[in-house]
């Protein structure tokens, strides 16, 4: 058994509180302007962005630190066609058969239906992996410790960078995502998390006129 080794937190640097207000306006201003965008424009961005934006996903806090995620980038435009059917597939099972009144209701205000053509025109789509467990090379398995929470830190970290880049994103969670592991040849122990797509909106984007809740609504102090 290895015992716990510590370093100096020299990455670790304090501001002073006047700056700490104004950084932590500036990051809600900035992040206030991120939307979920639907529709994407057939451009290209450079890999080497999304690189570093998994770089910053990959430093998320997580159980044990055994990062229990894999993502998967794909921009080839075969794959990118076999998700969309089969992920169209289960959409129009969903919003035809599945889905309960009052959850398409809930929907309605974003105007969502079985067509996900952004599949195939966004540059990237980022399909994420929760490990449940890890297999060593002797196949024996290692658990896992809270890992949907882990992977749902990573991602949140995954779309802040990629708002900060300039890049728009949609989470796409199509029900059940199981395909994906076939199409993308990942093994039993991941399961799909969700789909994050990024890219460049079209021009013109509409999204949903939708509020978040003020302040008061989403939080107490004691
Ligand atoms: N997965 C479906 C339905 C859907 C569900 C929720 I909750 C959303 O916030 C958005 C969509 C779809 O992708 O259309």
Known sequence: ??????????????????????????????????????????????????????????????????????FVVVSDPAIKKQIREAAEEEERDFYERRAPQEWLAALEPLGTDWRKPFLETA????AIFAQSYSVNADGTHVKNYYVQESVGIATGFLIAACHLAGLATLTH???????????????????????????????NVQVPAITKKPLEQITTFL
């Open 1 to 70: 058994m290895s015992e716990a080794k510590f370093v100096l937190h020299t990455d670790y640097q304090e501001v002073p509180v006047a700056e700490m207000q104004q950084r932590a306006a500036e990051f809600y201003t900035t992040m206030r302007r991120r939307r979920t965008v639907r529709d994407y424009a057939r451009r290209d961005v450079p890999r080497e962005v999304i690189e570093q934006c998994l770089l910053a996903a990959g430093t998320a806090p997580n159980g044990a630190n055994l990062q229990p995620w894999h």
């Open 123 to 126: 540059p990237f789509l980022i």
């Open 173 to 203: 969670t199509p029900s059940p995502m199981g395909f994906l592991n076939e199409i993308l040849g990942r093994p039993k122990n991941e399961r799909p998390y969700l789909i994050l797509v990024a890219g460049y909106p079209v021009e």
